[in-house]
């Protein structure tokens, strides 16, 4: 089975901030890779399909990169709506994984 | 618009079986793999299961292998999930999901679209 390792599993930043969030898997998945925002409460929502492909209506300050084994989800500009939880999930085979979550707090 | 609707969450004892339902609509649903999504309390969430378009092929997490079985009916535009011989590890949230391809070989696969979720409580 393939292992997702996320880090940090927590945050802390400021409105403004540059923020980056690692992505490890434990084999080549190439591109096979989406990133989740999640917010207390909701249901997940993607930000980022296929490593690096923006999904339609998500702002454009979130970016994906990476391939094979190591992956990065990247916020140019935190913003207040953007404090959430992160997930990674590969989807190269079956079964499919999730890393163990990014939360992203307040300073 | 698309919606996902889950229900079926409930109080059940371990060792207890339990139904979801997942009812689907603003799509054609026949197009589309599904999955369950689970979140335990206070956790991450943990893929649970999928199923192709057409029901041919399914899929499980190695927690739940052999006491769950996810099925379809595209006629009915809905997604069900029997869940058997429960423990109180499988307490959770459970999320439908869509997703955006119709078989997990196809594309890159991720999902689209969730439902809002239906708890599942198991304890004595």
């Known amino acids: 089975d393939i292992q997702m390792t996320q880090s940090p599993s927590s945050l802390s930043a400021s409105v403004g901030d540059r923020v980056t969030i690692t992505c490890r898997a434990s084999q080549n998945i190439r591109s096979y890779l989406s990133w989740y925002q999640q917010k207390p409460g909701k249901a997940p929502k993607v930000l980022i399909y296929g490593a690096s492909s923006l999904q339609s209506g998500v702002p454009s300050r979130f970016s994906g990169s990476g391939s094979g084994t190591d992956f990065t989800l990247t916020i140019t500009s935190l913003q207040p709506e953007d404090f959430a939880t992160y997930y990674c999930y590969q989807s190269l085979s079956p079964p499919l994984t999730f890393g163990g979550g990014t939360k992203v707090e307040i300073k | 618009e698309v919606q996902l609707v889950e229900s079926g969450g409930v109080v059940v004892q371990p060792g207890g079986s339990l139904r979801l339902s997942c009812a689907a609509s603003g799509f054609p649903f026949d197009d589309y793999a599904m999955h369950w999504v689970r979140q335990a309390p206070g956790k991450g969430l943990e893929w649970v299961s999928l199923?192709?378009?057409?029901?041919?092929?399914?899929y499980y997490a190695d927690s739940v292998r052999g006491r769950f079985t996810i099925s379809r009916d595209n006629s009915g535009n809905s997604l069900s999930l029997q869940m058997n011989s429960l423990t109180v590890e499988d307490t959770a949230i459970y999320y439908c999901a869509k997703d955006f391809y119709h078989d997990i070989f196809t594309g890159h696969p991720f999902f689209d679209f969730w439902g809002q979720g239906t708890l599942v409580s198991v304890s004595s």
């Open positions: 199923i192709n378009w057409d029901g041919g092929r399914t």
